[in-house]
């Protein structure tokens, strides 16, 4: 017993200076000599291990994957910096913001509705996307919506670029990233359970609910297959006739919007 | 890089730095572990981004009771692990090997790189759950010892025992696999 434990000691001492201090299998057993036998295949073995698990991330995936981190990150770093009602529960945020939008008038949350970044009414349209959202129940339906509110960042990318305006590019570039995330986690949620026939001669209420969601995840894949052709073109488009300060911020958003449909629909199938 | 408890402290204050810091630190080692745990190097990619991007929604939580930084990421990646492969139980996978493919473009480099990969996930079926977690901890993962024992909840002595099972049955796996191709 007291031997086990001895070579089970000496055998990870010497994976310990193998696979991190990077000494050789002969360096080890000089110091075992009398565990040679036992010792020398198992650390063959190990180091083989170790061989064939040197693996990368592809240099463009790490570089689009770092880029969508750091915008996470300063978007956490940016609602830190302003916390909106951060002592209520999010419901009740939902309601207060209903509650001033109404009292504002409806005049003005439908005029904010199509502002830009650059009009006094923009948060307008940015608290009653948060109110929506929160009030919004389902998966599915939040995720259609995540899908809407991608589509109108997309519209504001392209305006602010126009404008030559390279920061709101780069702040709405963040938004739409993180709509995007939003929208493949959900879209995520929503898979499971889709039948194969979609319609069945004599179908149970529970048959009915599996049919509605899977039409339902179909509506939502079309409409994800159609901005993932048509929000990366558009912004393309966009960066021709751009002016050269907006165009890596465009290409940014460009590489944003291909990687966040690319793992939205990955995400249903 | 600055020692792992600041730069976590610093983090949880939502440093953005050090939070930088820390993902560029250890991104590949997550995904060597879970390219290794799924077979499949593309979900790899987005599964260890995801790793990232939930440990900075809930790294507020992370305490510093003598697990480290590194092994509270390997427990994440683990369940997501998990999760995938539980989803992943009722659909039909591509052959694990062909997956983990490397990217090198010298077709021999490739095909010998292949031929170890394959081998390699072969042969770790053949081994128990926590010996096959020992592995992909240790090797993959590059964690030391005492971190594989935090993230499996088991003691060093325990651990270390593992170890070598996991290395003799995988050797005993690979002899078998060498052997059947001679034959």
Redesign the interface.
């Given at each position: 017993m007291k031997k086990t434990k001895e070579f089970n000691n000496i055998l990870d001492e010497c994976l310990e200076r193998l696979l991190v201090k990077g000494e050789t299998i002969e360096q080890c057993l000089q110091s075992y000599p009398e565990q040679v036998a036992e010792l020398e295949p198992l650390l063959q073995t190990a180091l083989a291990t170790k061989g064939a698990l040197i693996m990368q991330p592809r240099p463009e995936f790490k570089a689009k994957a770092r880029y969508q981190f750091r915008s996470a990150l300063q978007e956490v770093a940016f609602r830190r910096r302003r916390p909106l009602f951060g002592w209520v529960p999010r419901w009740a945020t939902a309601v207060i913001i209903v509650l001033v939008l109404l009292l504002a008038g409806g005049g003005v949350v439908a005029a904010a509705g199509n502002s830009m970044p650059d009009n006094p009414l923009y948060p307008v349209k940015l608290a009653t996307e948060q109110a929506q959202l929160a009030l919004t129940p389902s998966d599915m339906n939040k995720a259609e919506l995540y899908a809407k509110l991608a589509d109108r960042r997309v519209v504001e990318i392209i305006y602010m670029a126009n404008q030559g305006d390279v920061r709101q590019v780069e702040v709405i570039t963040q938004r739409l990233d993180e709509r995007l995330t939003m929208l493949a986690r959900l879209a995520s949620a929503t898979v499971g359970g889709a039948p194969k026939a979609l319609a069945p001669a004599e179908e149970t209420v529970g048959d009915r609910d599996v049919r509605v969601r899977a039409n339902n995840q179909a509506k939502l894949r079309t409409t994800l297959a159609y901005y993932a052709i048509n929000h990366p073109a558009g912004l393309r488009a966009a960066l021709d006739k751009a002016p050269e300060s907006a165009k890596p911020a465009l290409r940014r958003a460009i590489a944003v919007s291909v990687a966040g449909y690319e793992r939205a629909l990955k995400a249903l199938d | 890089m600055q020692d792992e408890e600041s730069l976590v402290r610093r983090a949880q204050q939502?440093d953005?730095e050090a939070?930088?810091q820390l993902?560029?630190a250890h991104?590949?080692k997550i995904?060597?572990y879970v390219?290794?745990k799924i077979g499949n190097?593309t979900e790899?990619?987005?599964m260890?981004?995801q790793v990232?991007?939930n440990a900075?929604q809930s790294i507020s939580s992370f305490k510093w009771r003598g697990i480290l930084f590194s092994a509270w990421l390997f427990r994440i990646a683990h369940n997501q692990v998990v999760d995938y492969l539980r989803?992943k139980t009722k659909q039909a996978t591509a052959p694990l090997g062909e997956s983990?493919v490397?990217?090198d473009s010298n077709p021999q480099l490739m095909a010998e790189?292949k031929l170890?990969?394959e081998?390699?996930v072969s042969a770790t079926k053949r081994l128990t759950r926590a010996q096959r977690e020992v592995?992909s901890l240790?090797?993959?993962g590059?964690l030391?010892?005492a971190q594989v024992a935090k993230v499996m909840g088991r003691s060093q002595?325990a651990v270390?025992?593992l170890?070598?099972s996991a290395?003799?049955a995988?050797?005993k796996a690979?002899l078998m696999a060498e052997g059947n191709e001679k034959d």
């Open positions: - | 939502r953005e939070f930088a993902y560029e991104f590949d995904y060597r390219a290794f190097k790899a990619e987005d260890t981004q990232f991007l900075l989803k983990l490397s990217n790189h170890d990969i081998q390699l592995i240790r090797f993959a590059e030391p010892i002595g270390k025992a170890q070598r290395i003799v995988l050797r690979l």
